[in-house]
Each structure stands twice: as structure tokens, then as C-alpha cells.
């Protein structure tokens, strides 16, 4: 442990993290040098400083990301329109690689050897943080107090808190919840408490960054959003960042309460966790990337990236960002993109996304052809019927020899 | 043409069906068998039989067929969480092959050697029934009237009725509609019309089986479905049929403006095309089903099922259901729901469905596990550290060779 | 039919596409403009000016296409280790689009309508050159002689042929094998005759691009092939373009009794084919490409490349090699390939390609970690055991609740 | 480490395992039940029997195990095709669940609240090993003596024995080899030593199975394989169980110089490494399953096989035997086998296994069809156009917009 000269933690200004810090000075004698990083998170990051001073931290770092976070990880995941386990739209998943990124930049910035987070042994985040970390630096050390230290409880934590005047009002209003939370523009993230038990119902009173349905306006919300290259550039002809794009989109969206998920999801240390979440704007994306797509990509390309999302999407949950496998399928996922762009036109209302228009002039959408008036020519029925039987002649040759697939 | 002896024709008992009983007599010579079967589209099949009959008829199939057709078509459908294109649920699609299933086997009671359907060449549904003919009856000779004949437009086939003295009133209150529409107790479709734009918005008085969610009732619904290895046996406590189970979703669904879906799909046949579903019950079964499964499946099994449901997707969609890879893939699914059993509770209110609970006897969460609380050595958390390096080393590997993924 | 006025046809010069020359311009009452290209065939291609001219063809083009065939094709696919059903090395599928693409860029620029290609309606090179040809240029009309015409017997052609002063010794002696063949730098095939039947060994004097392995040498050949970015570029250090490299593995290949295949293969029009192949040069690549990567590939990018292989095969043997999805794979598949250089060194032997070395600047193989011996701490063998006990959680928590993989 | 009151282990015989019985006695003061298998490795298994007694063991199990290793392992893998990176046989992976299976039989037998294994922290056994105990017995514990004790060295190791009096003749004369070897009916390994490094030629020898080509017969040997449900029943006519199937073509297989191979793999754990193996059955078997695979698989059927194999093939090397994942798809693969029946006919020569006929009653080829001669009308050349057109339609209609897949 006494190799350890100085370690960059992920700090968040609560109490958790401002007792790593104290704990990684005493345990590993080294320096600590903070990250506190605003990815949307909802709450200011400026005062994390002060509380980091207090604790003698001499090379702190406050960043915002949130430009960053949205363009280089948020949009790149969209366009793939992965989802984790049919429901999942990623929002922890996809902000660690960010933070681990930005730990060893810093750690290389500040010739740290080792870097640390407050992720606990149990969760996917810890893997997320450490992947990144390694791909990234393989030779730093990683420091996971909540897999060394023994202040496993409440009354041990305040304990370590009296015994060095560490504040315990450090800790944000957020942490008094009964529920272990994370956020950033994409998402909340509500576990623990009385979600433990998967069978009952989530108390209305949880969920943070939208009304429900039921509180939620009684006439529908109309909004444009267009697309270049698969990202969305525009609200309402409005050009946005973006950042302002998933801003805007989490306010409209959370105010007609859309987006909120609970659900059972498969963890990758191996077991099943009860998690709940609020997406508004990234639950409105995802409706209306599908939409852009389905009339500029072709049907084939499109079938080849529903084939590959899930393991896409697995990827990024497990902490595999930045792996070479990542990186090769966000080429595919990207060249696929080029044509997709237009406009989506969307409804809100009450919980529900619908989409009711789309347009490009890059669609692929050929009324001359689709259409039950005629078609001019355009299209021969009579192909149909040899299509059929070509296609159907495996089958047939099968069912002469006496194969029956009843 | 003038081979074929005795035709089996897929029978709706409309004007469309009408005139090719009339058509298949003349011009191939030959007596026409009708099929109506009730798949829960919500008419009456009896009055088929009179217009049969008035056309000549001799013998005439009507059966009801919904508790086969939810059976054995859309609850093993629903095993595999099947969705096209990321949001259709298929509910054409399935209808198709048992009706071809049934098809069949009336043509070998009645000595038949070809069959005969409504479906336009430019569809998926010509596929659908032919493939599943030929698959099950290789030597069988299909007629697709619309790929042949030159009625192409309302006027020739005005033309053609008035001429044979068909009553064009045969046509049922439905197909006034200005959109082209099948309906089945899984979904109702409407494609044509003003739909043939993507980007206008469908209109309110279109929709035929859910109220919208502004119509809908104020305060929610609650409801408790019961699976049996991964099928619906019982709704709040009460054992019902495949059929019974599907019809009551749909009402309850349907009251509560649940399962619209608006979309523009890829086409077998090589178009895209604009179409709108209702499909109140499936919509709610989906949700379901993944929630039990949320507890009850092994989490790489749950991975396998999605990495293979687009596949398995687009079989259904593409009309290969009496095909030997459905087959075996259907096996492989029917086998990964064996402890798929248990209770999910969802509230249903103006559109949304959301899972509240789910819980089973065969449940693999495990409470002592996942705990944020102390779990008593149930799980050790330093194993995590091992877990995580040597997932890390290829990547550590990697980088030290001065590979770079950022 | 009148409406086409000048077709590229592809032609080999030899009798059956002479006599195609003769049919469209009787039939189509059209200009015929001839392609002939070299694409390795092991063919004189000049010779087929004279023939054209005697015919009355006024534009005719004469290509070497050899290095753009594999350079552009070749080395691309084998970049993806394609194998169509575990064992067709794709030779007769690569060469198509090749050809269809020229077919194409000629009738742009002498201002033809039409393409026509000698390919039986029964083979999938009819549908490579088709969907080549539409993909690239959509209004094309497609002449497919064998699918309309009534020559289809030997008789009827040769009586074709006496009509009109067709020359019956236009055919090379190729032709006068019992066998179909075909030929390019990648492979020649064989099909039909004795190979009909699929119990029947294939003749020893069938064989026409390499030894028997009894006829081959009796001491061993040694290669080394130079690889950059999955490409050889060298060979025993000589440095040659892509079609030297495939001809001199062709020459050392064949003489050392390689590439011999014979399989029974599944068409994309539906049925099952015998066919007898030679790929010296290809089956040599295809040891070695793997050789390579298995040094310098990411294991995961290398298991990701493996499980869309067989997809990958598929497009190209069905003829959609000029699709988005081809192209989106191979964008993906390209990337991987960044690091794929060194050198593998081979042993030939009597049908034999062994390998019996591999190095690389990009290895990712480390003896530090790899060995046997001391590793020195590269490598910490406790991290095995959280490593393995995480990844059995899952199965140590559904054999406690009972389930039982036995 | 003193809760452990009874381990079984897997005893070779060896001199390796027989320091593990004395250290587990030693280290964790318990006893030590010993279990020695014979799969086919060509070793005596009784010898081992004495060597444990004077080890003052006194629950010892000696199992032949062979017919249970074919049958319920090598069979059921080989239904798969399965490959791990394209190249090995997953010849030693398929051993270890049936190791880990009988270990866990045995310790419910004698009470037994551990289990050991003689395999490295860096290797994949101890993962095979480890990941079948848990999934069978959760609450087993797996003690893994390289990964704990000191006696990293040769001569550690050997001072460890004079100590306690162990002989080291022990140790079998394989064991003399400067390669880490390991085999059983499939196969025979090599690891270490020269192999260290890839560029470096494996010695002629240190192959054991196989004669090389060099010096196999100058004249082929023929072989007829008849297949049930894609299992060999019989060779040459004559009815074999699974074990003498493989018994009897390792024996042809490698007198005729079959089955050699020479890779860089990557190991679960991480790394990459350098194995040969020998296997001559397996790889005849390998080419004659797919053989009649060929001819009695349906097209589609035979594709999805080959797209989930990598996974498949991914898992048993892993360790995954004993998972619910590879048990859901083995349903798939036994399922898919119910055709596969009839004969391949094989010549083997000098390295080379040639599939030179295959037949069976269940065949799916149809010379009728395939035919290059008159078929009599069993195929409409004329569908190919219908068939073609429409598979074109969506790159026409994107070329016609404008894209350009060039």
C-alpha cells in the first residue's frame, strides 16, 4: 500500500466520497487529487472545491462535460438504438466511460499512479470505472475502498466521520433519499430501499425529474426534431447543441411524464438488481431515431443493426466502451448513419411518446411504388409469384421428401 | 388454367372474395371451396355462408379458429418477445399461417389441388400464405387473382359485379373505410389512404378498437396476470383460455388507450410501406412477458433470446412460420421458459403500460444478494477486483503495445 | 421487346455467348456492344475481338481486370475469413459484381439500355450479375437469354448455330469437358456430369489447376507471407502486387496438391448443388489471414469478426456484394484489420498448408504473461479465483433455487 | 481454512496431483478423496490406486469414463460443427464438465464439502473445472492449490517431495516431455517449452497421435461413416458405440498423418497462447458430419447453425458446459440432427481427409431439379426473374435515390 504516491478520485462533494478522500490519505499516505465533473447531474459542482480544500486537496479539478458527455457518447449510443434487456436505455452505463476518460487524463496531467472512485463491489459502475481505466493506462493502480475498508455500515461510516471532524452535512439534500441514486442528462436512477423487493410498487413520491401521467398536461405537446446523420440538430427549427438538445428534451419531456422505467435488469458481477429510472429525453429519442431511420435506411442495414444492438448494448453495460470491439462496431453503426437524415414529428402526452410524421429528402419511402392506387407501372405484381416460388422451394423440395413441419 | 379441378379460396365473405369465387369459376373451370375462419377480427363469419352459397358454392368451411390461432401462434410468438423493426408486433403476420395451415388440410378433405386468396402482390401476405402452402403441400397450385387478373381499380370491378349481378352490398360496413384494414384478435391494421403520406398524421376517427389516451379513464387500472411457463393462464386470480386471456387485454387495453403504434415498415417485397395497428392486448403482453422473465430467466439465456428475436422477427414477418429454422428456433425458445411462471402486477392508464411488480416461486433474484444492506457474507466483494482484471488484461495487453482506443 | 436499343453483353467468346450475340440482335433487334475481361481465367481474352467483329459487334471492349479483381474483391473478402457453409471459398460469387460493375460503367458510357449475360436460370450468377447490375443502375433492362429463349438443348443450338453460319468451333476446349466450369484467378469450378450424382468420386482427370496430393512433391515447401493491414504485400520477401501475389500461390499452391474441394452447397435460388472446386492460392490465404490475426487481433474484435462471418459469406454468395449492408460489414470489417500485419511462415505438403510461424510488430501475444515459467508478477493467479467465482453467481444462484442443468 | 473436512480431487497419478493430496492434507487438515478418470487419455488409470493408498488416501474412485465422454460430450458438440476460432477442436474443453460433473457426483457421495484440481491460475481448466462444480453444487468449495500454495518451481516442488517422501517417479515418463501436455479420446495438446514462441516450428517429436505426412502410406485409405441424428453409428458397415467410433478413428487418423494443429488461441483468462494438438478423429469427424450435414440440412437450418456455432463453440471453451444457455442451445442443435442420416464415403491421405460421396434416404439434394440437363419442368427458369426483380427492388429504388454503394 505504500507504493501508491498520488491517486485521482472521482469526487462528488457528498459525504461518501469526502470520506474516500480522508481514508486514501490515511490508508495509502498518498496525495489525492479531486475530479468532480457536471454531466447534468442536476446539481452545482463549484462547491465540491471548497469541501475538497477543507479536506487538503491541493490539485482540484471541476469540469462540464456535458457537451462533451452528450456529442461524443450519449449521440454515438443513440444512433445504434441500443436498449439493455428490451427496456434499459443505458443512462449509468454510458456516462462512466466519460468519467474513467477524464481520470486518466487528469492522473496523466498530474503524474498520478493510481486512480479511485466510490463505485461499491457489487455494481456494474466499479467494472465501468476500472475497464476504462486499464484500456486507458494500463499500469494504474486502482484503489476501490468500498471492496477494502470495513466501514460496511451507517454507524461505522459516522464513527470514521467523528473521530476526524469530517462534516456529515457534506452530503447533498439527494443522499437523504432511501435510495441509492445516479444522474446525469440522460437519466435518474432510483435502487435500494424499498425497491428491494421487486414486487412492490415504486412510491410516487421517489421519482425526481418527471410528473407522473397522471399530473402530467391534459393537451398534447407537438414537437420537430431534425436529424443529420442520425443526431438530432434541431427542435422545432431551432438549432441546438447537444447538450441543449437533451436539456430541452428532459424538460418537454419530463413535464408530460414520459420516460420513467422500473425494472429487474441483469447485473454483470452476476446477479439481478430492481432498478428504477427517468429517461424523458432519451426515451423520446429513441422513438424518434427509429423513426428518422425508417424511412432513409435501407431494410437490410437496418436488420444487420437490430441483429448487432444487443451485443452493442451489452457491451456498453458491462463497461467495455473503450475496447476495440466497441470501437469496430460503432464504424458499422456509424456508416450507417449517413443518410439519416429529416424530420421527426412527435406527440407528447401523458406518458406517451407517439410518433405521427416523418420526412427526408433522403427517404426511401416511394409512394409510386407503395401505393394501392396503381402504380403506373412502377411495380409488376407478376414478380411477385416467382419470388415466392423460389423462395418457397426449399420448402417444397423438403416436404416431397416426406418433411412435414407440423 | 385448365387443370385446375376444385380450389380452396380464403373466404372473408366481402365484396374483394366475392368476385373471385365468381372469377376462378369462369376462368379457370373449376369449383371454388370457401374458408372463413373467426380469428377474432370482430365480424360475424355465418353470414359468409349465404353469400357463398348464392355464388355457387357447394361446399363451405366456416370455422373458429381463436383459441387455436392464440394457442398455438401468438402465445409462442410471445415467448420470444418478437418485435420487427423495433416496434411491430406482428399481428398480420401470425394470423397468416394458420389460416394457410387450414387451407390445406381443407383442400386434402376435399380433394382440392390448388388454393386461392385475396392478397394483393405488392403485400406480405401473398407470401405468407403461399409459403406456408407450398411448405405444407408441395405440389398444391396457388391462384393470386390480384397478380392475374385486370380488375385493378373500383371501377373494372364495379364493372365486373354489376355484370354478374354480385351484390356490391356483400361488402361489409368495414371496408368502407377509406383504409385497407385486417383485423384478428392480436391487432387491427389500416394501411392506404391518407396514410400514404408519412408524414401526415393519422386521423383520430380511424382508430377502431382503443379510445385515445385523452379519452381514456381518469384513474388507473390494475391488473394481475399469471404465466405458466411464459403463457398467460389467469388475470387477476382468474383461470381463463389463450383466447379468453387475449380478448379480455384487448378490452381492458383498448378502454384504456393502450397499442396504437404508428410506423413505416420494410416490406419482403423490397418497398416500404406506412402502416397504423391497434394492438391493445399484445401490447400489454409484451411488457408482461419481459417483466416475468426479468426474474425468472438466467441472465445469458435472456441475452440469447434477444440476440436471436430479430431473426425469429423477421421469419414471422417474412411468412417462413411452417419453416424448419421457425421450428427450430421455437424449440430452443419453448425450452428457455420452463420456470418462466409467476405474477406481474402492471397499471394500465391513458396509453401507458407499466410493470409494478412481478414475483415467482422460481424467482432468481435474490434479496440477500443484491442488498445494499449488510448481506452477511452472502456475496464477497473482493472477488470483484479478480473479476475485473483479468476482464482488463487483453485490453491492458493491448494498450501496453501502445494500442489506443480513445 | 423493341424497346431496347443497344445491350452490353458479358462474353467470353466461346460458343454460347456467341450465339447470345446472334439471338439479342435478332430477337431485341438491337445493338449488342461485348465485354470480355481478364479476371485470371487462365484464358486468352484477345481472341474474342476477331469473334465479335465476325458477328457484326461494332463496340467491344476488352479488359484486364486482374489487379482491380483482387485487389478490390479478393483481398477485401478474405479480409473476413468468408467461408460460405463452412467450406466455399466464394470464387465464382467475388468475381460477379466485378463484372457487373464494368457491364455497367460500359453501358453508361457507349449509352446502352440493357445488359445480357449467358447465366443459366437455375444458378445464382444469373442474380449476382442481375442485382449487381440494378443496384448500380436501377433503370438497366436485363436480357437472360437462358431464362427466355428455346435453345435448350444442345440440339436446337447447334441447329441455331448451322442456320446462321455460327462457327461451332468458337468454344475453346474448356468447354468440351462434360463439365460446367469456371475460371479466375481466385478458383476454376466444376459442375454437372458425373458430379450429379452426389455419392460419385470425382475423376482424377477433372482436375485442371493443381496436382493430386499422391503426384505432389515429396519434400515440402516452406512460404512466408508479409501481411499489412490484413493484406500480403510480400512473399519469401518480395514484395508484389495483390493478382501477383494470387497467381504465384495459385503456381505453388496447385503444385504441391492444394485448394481441392468438393461439396454438396445450398443456392440462393433454392436448391442443392454439387460442386468440385480448386483455390490453391485462396486456400493458402486463408490458413494464413487467420495465422495473422491470431496474433494481432483483440480477442473479442476477432470473436465479433467470427460470429457475422457466415452472414458476411452469405451476401456475397447470394450477389449483394453492391449492397449498403455489404458495405457497412466491410467498414467494420476494414477497421479491424488496422493492426493486422507481420509475417506467417507456411509449409505446403502434398494438399497440406500448415502453420508453422507468426510474428508481428502489433503481437498482442505476451510471453511475459503467457509462460509457463516465471512470470515475474505479470500476471497475479488469485485474481483467477474472483474472476471464476463472479462469472458463476449466476449458476451458483439458480442451482439454490433448485435449477438443475444436468 | 480449517471449515474444509473433505475434498475430492483430481488425481492423475501424477506426480503433480500426488503433492496436492499431501498439501491438502497438510494445509487444510482434511481428507482427501481422490478420483482418476479414464477419457481416453492412453494412460493406465489403476496404477493410480496404489499411488493414492500410499498417500494414505482411503476413498478412492477410478472411473472409466470413456462411452459417457463420447456420447454425452464429443457427440453432442460435434452435432454443432463447433470451431473455436475458426480453427481449434475444443479438444480438452469438452473433457472438464464431465471431470467436474463426476467430482460433484462423487463428493455428494462421500459427503464431500470441497473439491480440488491440479490446474494453473492462468489457464481455462480451472475455470471449466470450477464454473461445472458451482453450477452443480453451489455450495461447494473449489480449492485450487497453484493458485494458493508457494511451490511455483521445479525445485520447490522437489524439496516439497524429499520432505514428505513423496517418489518422483511418480510421475509418468508423458510427464518428461519439456511440454505441458494433456489428453483424452478427442485429443492430445501441447503447450510450453519451444511453443513459447509463435514464430518458432513445433518439433517433429513432440507429436505423439500422428505419424507426420511425410511419413504416412503412399497409397489412401477409404472410409465409409454412417450417420444417425448426426451421431457415427457405424464404420465401414460395422456398428460401433461412440467410443469406438473415436477410438477407431484416431487410430486410421493418425496413421495417416491426420489432425495436426498449431494456433494462437485466446484464452478466456485474457491471453493469448500457443497450443498443438493433435486430433485425427475429430477432424475427420468434423469434415464428414458436415459432409452429410450437406446434403440431409435444410439451407436456412444449416445457416443458423453456422451463425450461432461461434457463440456455441465460445461457450464450451469458456467453461459453460454446465450452463443454461448451452443446454437451450443444444436443444437447437439436437433438434436440427433428426435428418442427418446416411453415409459419407472419405478418403484420407497424408493429412488429407477428401469427402469423396455422401448419401442418404433423407436427402434434400434433388437431381430432378439440379440437373443441367432437361429437368422435365420441375423448375421455371422464368421465376428467377420475378425472384431477382424483387430482391432488387429496394437498391433500385435507393439508386434511384440517389445512393451509390460504388
Request: negative net charge; proline residues 3%; charged residues 30%.
Amino acid at each position: 500500500m505504500s507504493d501508491i504516491k498520488k491517486v485521482v478520485l472521482a469526487y462528488s462533494g457528498g459525504l461518501d466520497t469526502s470520506v474516500i478522500v480522508k481514508w486514501l490519505q490515511e490508508t495509502y499516505n498518498c496525495e489525492v487529487v479531486t475530479f468532480t465533473a457536471d454531466i447534468g447531474q442536476g446539481e452545482e459542482v463549484e462547491p465540491a472545491r471548497a469541501k475538497a480544500e477543507a479536506l487538503g486537496v491541493k490539485e482540484i479539478y471541476i469540469d462540464d462535460l456535458r457537451e462533451e458527455f452528450v456529442r461524443d457518447y450519449v449521440f454515438p449510443m443513440f444512433r445504434a438504438n441500443a436498449i439493455y434487456e428490451g427496456e434499459y436505455l443505458l443512462g449509468t452505463s454510458i456516462a462512466r466511460p466519460l468519467i474513467a476518460k477524464r481520470m486518466i487524463e487528469i492522473a496523466n496531467e498530474v503524474g498520478a499512479d493510481a486512480i479511485s472512485h466510490g463505485a461499491t463491489g457489487k455494481g456494474n459502475d466499479q467494472i465501468r470505472f476500472e475497464l476504462g481505466a486499464y484500456a486507458l493506462k494500463p499500469g494504474v493502480a486502482v484503489i476501490a475502498p468500498w471492496r477494502e475498508w470495513d466501514l460496511t455500515s451507517r454507524e461505522t461510516l459516522m464513527a470514521y466521520c467523528a473521530e476526524r471532524n469530517i462534516p456529515v452535512d457534506f452530503d447533498s439534500k439527494k443522499k437523504k433519499s432511501p435510495y441509492s441514486m445516479d444522474a446525469n442528462l440522460l437519466h435518474i436512477s432510483y435502487e435500494g430501499g424499498l425497491l428491494e423487493d421487486p414486487y412492490a410498487e415504486a412510491e410516487e413520491d421517489m421519482w425526481r425529474w418527471s410528473v407522473s401521467p397522471e399530473e402530467a398536461p391534459n393537451t398534447a405537446t407537438y414537437l420537430e426534431l431534425d436529424y443529420q446523420r442520425g443526431d438530432i440538430v434541431a427542435i422545432d427549427g431551432k438549432a441546438m447543441t447537444p447538450a441543449e438538445v437533451l436539456t430541452y428534451l428532459n424538460e418537454v419531456g419530463g413535464a408530460n411524464g414520459i420516460g420513467r422505467l422500473d425494472i429487474v435488469e441483469n447485473r454483470y458481477v452476476g446477479m439481478k438488481s430492481r432498478g428504477c429510472y427517468e429517461t424523458p429525453g432519451g426515451t423520446i429519442m429513441m422513438r424518434a431515431h427509429r423513426a428518422i431511420e425508417s424511412i432513409t435506411l435501407d431494410r437490410e442495414v437496418a436488420h444487420l443493426k437490430d441483429s448487432i444492438m444487443p451485443k452493442y448494448a451489452e457491451l456498453i453495460y458491462n463497461g467495455y466502451w473503450w475496447s476495440p470491439e466497441r470501437k469496430m462496431m460503432q464504424t458499422m453503426i456509424d456508416e450507417s448513419q449517413e443518410f439519416v437524415n429529416g424530420r421527426v414529428r412527435l406527440k407528447l402526452y401523458k406518458g406517451n411518446v407517439t410518433v405521427v410524421g416523418r420526412k427526408s429528402e433522403n427517404s426511401l419511402f416511394d409512394e409510386s411504388i407503395a401505393t394501392f392506387e396503381d402504380d403506373a407501372g412502377a411495380y409488376d405484381q407478376k414478380d411477385a409469384a416467382g419470388f415466392i416460388k423460389l423462395n418457397a422451394l426449399r420448402l417444397r423440395i423438403a416436404a416431397n421428401k416426406g418433411r412435414n413441419n407440423l
